[in-house]
């Protein structure tokens, strides 16, 4: 029993000893859980201490967007995207002639960008454009972490958006403010425009150097053709320079710019924007530049001044901000013609007068020789002055001379015109020597006023003008020998004395109003003489188509006389002439000044069966939106002449170039009509003439109005000129006869020494136009002279061609009748013996 009961407290015992140790696992399990809810206490506690600091961050993130809310710059800069552009300026065949801009610039639609531009840009810039919503997250927080790192702000992670919100909404400055405001803008871009409108903004808007804005620009600086037509290496080359121009510029660094080239170009293979053939292609291809661009000043810098003026007065500022389009009359061909041949003329002017260097001090100064200016010289104006050398810099290229009480120098780097060789400046002139010379301001002033730099002004000055008759249009306008932007156009702006040339106003009055035929015998009186020397006698009577044509002074006042001034001067003004006309003798002589427009619009109306319409420089505008703007001013025409009488002049001033001043005219082989003018003291030379085609005038003088020297004339220093021109100008035209009108003319023999009518069996008889109504109805009586002497009659009475030099010399302002000016002019510089 005892033993059973022994057994049964063990069993019993055995089942508590398993309890006690169920216990303790349960103490131990207990433990584990008290750490588990402690771990999971403390991370609830977390959690909602980051939810409460994610909230608080949202919060300040809210009131920091809300705080850059208020003044952000609005949308409608961008909805309206209206940047500065180019304005280009165009010859009639679309040549350029000048661009005109604040920032060079021309805008394109994204339609006429590339699909390869596109892709090119998005692989270097921005690949997942199209996916986002106009901010790259991962972008901005790795740009976050380079920053905090940093201290500064050095990464943006920009999107094209981004970009396009920077560049033409906010500032380029790198600080939070302008990040947190790119954000907003961005976002609110994304909402407002499609991404073919985001990134049309872009491609227009970026910089890709050499003041190069936009795809469209810099596709023409650098490969020479529009944007439409790059192809994929083109356009990989473009699409690698936003990230630094000035850097990957292929006219910087080719062999830089061609491996950020085929950079883009693995881009675009990498991201399937182009097949691995297509890039593997590109890659092969050289890259080529189109020739840099020649300076355009050479061409029609004149026109290119007087347009601006022009169309600025129609449409004011907005010109210059840009994208209108303005085609002038100017034909490029003509104008290179133009200017050639006004240099070719000055040039020969200056050899005749030794105006070349090398130029050597005068020993023995003489009578008449240029002394130097005393004083001291202005800054403004071009004033001219004769400078002592004083020395020369050939490292620096400079003349060192003095001028008066100021000392400066000359470039000599800027004067090719007068050193064609190019000779050093101790080669050019030696100490002593006397130049002219004028103020350069623009360059050197001193601190006193003066100026320290000058230019030379050897020789003359010219312009030449050409326009269409049957349309006005002036297909050529030269204003001086230099092609420079902001120069003197002396075409436009000079007025001088235009001498002879006038006189076909005074003669077309005179045969408007029926009281000369160029068969009218015009009596001349005795040449002027010394005081207490008997009066010669007067010479022949001439017909006035030989006055005209031998350019005789005493000839053109009597039909002055006859026609009236004041109705000279009524007609000057149906022919476009405003400049200042007084009615005096002098009149007929050409003393009242013009410009050379004025004069070849008139002689254009010659040409032009006497209708006048003012020169048109301008064939039309075109806006930056594509509209044609309607020209202000357009040119009216006016009947000045009716057309039979100019025919008749236009037939009088032929015999100007057949027999008279201008006969080395005959040598362009067709009918031209003009008449060669001098001035007093021949001080300007002209030429103003006409074809069916063309007219055009020449003038050459000094800018100061000195003597051009002696034997200078419109024969010899214009005229050379005006042939060169003509001669390109009709190159491949056909010769043409001034159209005779269908009504009003009348043609006769008639006898040369009277100007009526031939008589029966007369020989060398004259065919002659006239006005219907005043052609001559009675014939001339036979002349009482022996057999033989009838030709030398004829003959004697007609000025040998060999002296209309002398006729038609300037006269003197209200000179005597008759009186023929004096020539002479002070020598020419001095020069050394040819090297």
């Known amino acids: 029993m005892e033993a059973e009961r022994r057994g049964v407290e063990r069993a019993e015992r055995e089942p508590r000893g398993d309890r006690r140790e169920s216990g303790a696992d349960r103490a131990r399990s207990k433990t584990r859980r008290g750490g588990l809810r402690t771990v999971l206490l403390w991370l609830r506690r977390l959690a909602l201490l980051g939810v409460a600091l994610f909230g608080a961050g949202c919060f300040a993130f809210f009131l920091v967007l809300r705080h850059y809310e208020h003044d952000l710059p609005s949308l409608d800069d961008i909805k309206q995207y209206d940047p500065p552009q180019v304005s280009r300026i165009l ?93 907003l803008l961005a976002r609110r871009i994304e909402q407002a425009l499609s991404k073919d409108e985001i990134l049309e903004l872009y491609l227009n808007h970026i910089y890709l150097g050499h003041g190069r804005y936009g795809v469209e620009e810099a596709s023409r600086y650098y490969f020479g053709k529009g944007v439409s037509e790059l192809g994929l290496a083109e356009a990989a080359l473009l699409a690698g320079l936003p990230k630094g121009p000035s850097i990957y510029s292929p006219r910087v660094d080719l062999e830089r710019s061609r491996k950020r080239r085929d950079w883009v170009l693995e881009q675009m293979g990498e991201k399937g924007f182009a097949t691995a053939e297509a890039v593997a292609q590109a890659r092969a291809q050289r890259v080529v530049l189109a020739p840099a661009a020649e300076s355009m000043n050479e061409l029609a810098p004149e026109v290119v001044d007087e347009v601006e003026r022009l169309v600025h007065a129609q449409i004011g500022d907005g010109f210059k901000h840009g994208g209108y389009s303005v085609t002038t009359t100017i034909d490029p061909a003509l104008q290179a013609s133009a200017r050639a041949a006004l240099r070719k003329n000055l040039d020969a002017y200056a050899e005749r007068h030794k105006l070349l260097p090398p130029f050597t001090r005068v020993q023995k100064p003489k009578k008449g020789d240029p002394t130097p200016f005393q004083g001291t010289p202005e800054a403004k104006g071009r004033k001219v002055y004769w400078a002592v050398v004083t020395g020369a810099d050939d490292p620096k290229g400079t003349l060192a001379l003095r001028v008066g009480t100021a000392e400066g120098v000359v470039e000599l780097g800027r004067e090719r015109r007068y050193n064609p060789k190019s000779l050093p400046p101790s080669r050019f002139a030696e100490p002593g020597a006397l130049v002219r010379v004028s103020a350069v301001t623009e360059r050197g002033v001193g601190p006193d006023g003066v100026p320290t730099r000058f230019r030379l002004e050897l020789g003359p000055e010219g312009a030449l003008v050409a326009i269409d008759p049957r349309s006005a249009e002036v297909v050529a306008l030269v204003g001086g020998y230099e092609a420079v932007r902001g120069g003197l156009d002396r075409a436009t702006f000079a007025r001088r004395q235009p001498g002879s040339s006038f006189k076909p106003f005074v003669y077309a009055t005179a045969l408007a109003a029926r009281k000369l035929t160029p068969a009218t015998l015009i009596e001349l009186p005795a040449p002027p003489t010394k005081p207490g ?31 009236g001034a004041e109705n000279v001067i009524a007609l000057a003004r149906r022919l476009g002439v405003t400049s200042r006309l007084e009615p005096t003798d002098s009149l007929a002589l050409g003393a009242y000044e013009v410009t050379p427009r004025e004069l070849a619009a008139a002689y254009g109306a010659f040409a ?58 005959r040598s362009l082989g067709r009918p031209v009509a003009g008449k060669t003018g001098t001035s007093n003291d021949a001080k300007d030379a002209w030429f103003a003439g006409f074809t069916p085609d063309f007219a055009a005038v020449v003038w050459t003088g000094y800018d100061d109005a000195v003597p051009l020297g002696r034997g200078e004339s ?26 005779e009108p269908a009504a009003g003319i009348r043609h006769a023999r008639i006898d040369p020494r009277t100007g009526l009518l031939a008589y029966a069996d007369e020989k060398g008889t004259l065919d002659e136009v006239f006005l219907a109504g005043s052609e001559p109805t009675e014939p001339a009586e036979p002349p009482d002279a022996g057999p033989g002497d009838e030709a030398d009659a004829g003959a004697a009475e007609v000025p040998d061609a060999g002296a209309a030099t002398a006729l038609d010399a300037g006269p003197e302002v209200d000179a005597p009748l008759g009186e023929v000016a004096d020539e002479r002019a002070p020598d020419a510089l001095p020069r050394a013996p040819a090297p």
Not at 547 to 562: C, E, F, G, K, M
Not at 615 to 625: G, H, Y
Not at 714 to 738: K, Q, Y
């Open 714 to 739: 419109g024969a010899v220093s214009a005229l050379p000129a005006f042939i060169d021109f003509m001669r390109e100008a009709h190159r491949g035209l056909p010769a043409r006869a001034f159209g």
């Open 533 to 563: 020397v008997e009066p010669g006698a007067p010479p022949p009577p001439l017909r006035a188509r030989v006055a005209l044509a031998q350019s005789v002074n005493a000839a053109a006042q009597w039909v002055l006389r006859t026609a």
């Open 91 to 183: 010859a009639r065949d679309g040549t350029l002639l000048a661009e005109v801009f604040i920032e060079r610039r021309t805008v394109v639609g994204i339609d006429a960008v590339p699909q390869a531009l596109k892709l090119a840009v998005l692989a270097a810039e921005d690949a997942e454009f199209y996916e986002h919503d106009g901010l790259d997250y991962l972008g901005m927080l790795r740009a976050l972490w380079v920053n905090v790192r940093s201290g500064s702000m050095r990464q943006g992670g920009s999107t094209i958006t981004q970009q396009v919100v920077k560049n033409l909404l906010l500032s380029q400055e790198r600080t939070f403010a302008r990040k947190c405001k790119e954000v």
């Open 608 to 665: 032009n069966g006497g209708v006048y319409r003012a020169p048109v420089l301008v064939r039309k505008i075109v806006a930056p939106d594509g509209r044609e703007l309607a020209l202000a001013g357009a040119p009216v025409e006016t009947r000045a002449l009716d057309e039979d009488v100019t025919f008749v002049l236009a037939s009088m001033l032929t015999s100007v170039v057949e027999e008279g001043t201008a006969v080395k005219a």
